[in-house]
């Protein structure tokens, strides 16, 4: 089984960063793809940004050019550094990878990102 563990979520002024980490654990699994959705009050859930085991990286349009995924495929951990937040990045944030042969999709819990003004 598969578990993630997300840290780094908490409260920013406009204009600041963070950086979200996403650890995955368990035996028998190799992680395959991994990214990070997240889901606004009133909101669907979008995508931010996934990154490929060979390193190929997909951006949603509201983060490309301020937002960047990155991945330490021997610590089975993915990173997204936000820059130059926003209000409207205000969200839960939640890390999603797909694992093992048969390419199970697992969550996690969320981290929650309050961008203030």
């Known amino acids: 089984q598969v578990q993630l563990v997300e840290s780094g979520g908490g409260l920013v002024q406009a204009g600041g960063s963070l950086r979200l980490s996403c650890a995955a654990s368990?035996?028998?699994?190799?992680?395959?793809?991994m990214g990070w959705y997240r889901q606004a009050p009133g909101k669907q859930r979008e995508l931010v940004a996934d990154?490929?085991?060979?390193?190929?990286?997909n951006y949603g349009d509201s983060v490309k050019g301020r937002f960047t995924i990155s991945r330490d495929n021997a610590k089975n951990t993915v990173y997204l550094q936000m820059n130059s937040l926003k209000p409207e990045d205000t969200a839960v944030y939640y890390c999603?990878?797909?694992?093992?042969?048969?390419?199970?999709?697992?969550w996690g819990q969320g981290t929650l990102v309050t961008v203030s003004s």
């Open positions: 999603k990878v797909r694992a093992g042969i048969r390419d199970l999709e697992v």
């Open positions: 368990g035996s028998g699994f190799s992680i395959n793809t």
């Open positions: 990154s490929t085991k060979i390193g190929s990286t």
